[in-house]
């Protein structure tokens, strides 16, 4: 595979960078919707008033509690799914930001030695 030159490196990070703006707010609008979705369509699993006020009243129903208690540990398992993605996205991340520290270094270098 060959290597990307510097120059091309920062014009596709540039574009990408453009993008931010546009994804980041699709993925917030996306997160929103989906927190009202489940506010609206099954309240127990996103009101921990709500299931305090009904487990303090015995007013829930057997049958939602067993499908909370087995939702409970898929929901574990995608925070830490979703967790060990953002911690990989941030070695992403640093090793972007380690290029273009050493491509301010190079050009520092070159503007010295002129």
Not at 40 to 65: E, G, K
């Amino acid at each position: 595979m060959a290597k990307q030159s510097d120059s091309d490196f920062i014009n596709t990070r540039t574009k990408l960078a453009a993008w931010w703006n546009w994804a980041g707010g699709a993925m917030l609008l996306f997160l929103a919707g989906s927190f009202a979705w489940l506010f609206v369509t099954t309240r127990h699993l996103v009101d921990p008033f709500l299931v305090d006020r009904v487990l303090n009243d015995r007013s829930i129903h057997w049958a939602t509690v067993e499908g909370m208690a087995v939702a409970l540990p898929v929901v574990m398992l995608l925070l830490f799914g979703v967790t060990g993605t953002l911690v990989l996205f941030g070695f992403g991340a640093v090793a972007v930001e380690r290029r273009y520290l050493r491509i301010i270094d190079d050009l520092q270098q070159d503007q010295d030695g002129r």
